[in-house]
């Protein structure tokens, strides 16, 4: 097995695919547009069918998704999708560049970090990381996002300033503001800070100004069904102008604290995750459906997935039969449902086939770019670790076998770390490394309460294993629960591969500014922290709202939207969040 690092290995192996692309490609020669679809804290098996029912399992039959369903029956479905993180930030840094997160200072955790941006964060996504949107924008396309940012909210890293067109949505996680969903049973003084200091906001703007915030708090209850006509108004006025687009839409389904319109409130016998789930199937289904009935289904390339696995706070059975959950390195927290999808007249090779070839978040930047034969505007001043999908979806000979993966190897970091300092590995640095079928821990760290009620237990204890890596192999044994014997000549020569590829991998990264961390911590001058947090960065519509709305949270703007009549009146969604129990505060009246 070859260890590739970078584009550079990979470049040859992409070129096998562009008479495939250019075949499958519009008539008239016009690149194809693009969607990317992305859940927040969507588990492995919470969507049902993705053309296979016995993994994709709808929670173990608890949860319906029939648009998603349909989604991978006209495209192709991934059985090994990987996000590049366990956590929301530093995955959605990896999508937007094509390169692991630690490589932009993102992810980190410890040094007062946990790894995301919060809603008073300093930093962002350096502006010196080239996004996928500024390389279509500068080629032509019309680039819209609608939805989850999480990069840094304040207006230098906001999408309008990332080659983003337009950008309507939440700047960061639906629990980091006070809203009628969320607000701890203190609405005049909350004190969840940094995380939740103030009302949610909901902004709206254009490149070349400010983005404004239009509401605060959010209404959540409608939010989605708000993200879908958004971007159903964006594609309308792209095609209008005959020009290709590039949709981000990151919903913030299916994220804490699980809300849902009153439409699918009830909706699911798995509860609030559960009807949020199906809310995210819905909306998804009206997108399509209106590229189909507006005749540009055929222009289409769309990719679905999820930044990580289910927390299992929300969700215990939400990742299937992987272990764990989000913040963890475990399988959980790191494989996502996945599919891809390209109208419904055969463009990709056998339309509704699930592969077990490896798949990642990052590789739709290096994909899209391929598909728009922009290959050339790929950033050749760094490591770009995606790989271009095309070998996957049309078969094509890639170099690496018949319709294979052109990646050899995957790793998974646990924090990114200053890995060029010995003794981190508890901390910081790879914890995993998946080469084919063999997945190697290095460190283990396990979430969740619930984790004991649906996993076999752990099959070793949590911490530092890199004198003698845990290995499984996830062919036979998805669930990593029966370590292959380190006494094994297998073990031997997959470690052996392993460790090659690691040590490869890591001469390709360079310490950067870590972009989440305060240079005043403790450990900041060790960790070169350039970020943190300062409530002067909150997003806020309104500094001085208590001087005319004192019995709301100052920021405030939109105190209607704090309204009890707002919530999902289900009594699962009480029972499941003890937040909702608080809702009779007379503010909210």
Known sequence: MRVQVGWTAAAAAVAAAVAAVAAAAPAGGKPPSFIVFFADDLGFSQPSGMSDR????????????????????????????????????PSRAAMMTGRLPGRAGIGYIGAGSNGVFTSESIGGLPVNETTIAEILSKNGYRTGMVGKWHLGQQQQFLPTTRGFDEYFGIPYSCDMGISAWAHGGNLVNATACPFACRPLPL?????????????????????TQRYVDRAVSFIERATAEGTPFFLYLPFNHVHAPNFASHKFCGSSVRGPVGDATQELDDAVGQIIAFLKSSGIDEDVVSFFSSDNGAPLGNDCFGNGPLRDGKFSTWEGGVREPGAVRWGTQGKLHQPGRLTSEIATTYDIFVTVLSLANLKGALPTDRVIDGRDLSPILFNTDGGNGQGKSLHDCVFFYHSPGDISTPGLMDKNGVAAVRCGKYKAH???????????????????????????????????DM????????????????????NAALAAHLDTVTPVPNQMCSPTDPQGSALRCVGGNDRDTTVCKDPDSQKTLPLFPNCTSNPENFNQSLLCPSQQVTNVNALHALRTHSNME
């Open 54 to 89: 016995s993994l994709y399992a709808g929670d173990n039959g608890s949860i319906t998704t029939p648009h998603l369903d349909q989604f991978a029956k006209e495209g192709v479905a991934f059985l090994n999708w990987y996000s590049a993180f366990h956590c929301c930030s």
């Open 203 to 223: 902004m709206n703007g254009t490149a070349g100004a400010p983005v404004a915030v239009v509401e605060q708090p959010t209404d959540l209850a409608s939010l």
């Open 442 to 476: 290095y460190w283990t760290k396990s979430t969740g309460p619930c984790r004991a009620q649906h996993h076999t237990p752990n099959p070793v204890p949590d911490g530092d294993h890199s004198a003698s890596p845990v290995l499984f192999d996830l062919e036979t």
């Open 479 to 498: 669930g990593e629960s029966a370590p292959l014997d380190n006494r094994t000549a297998e073990y031997s020569a997959a470690m052996a591969t392993i």
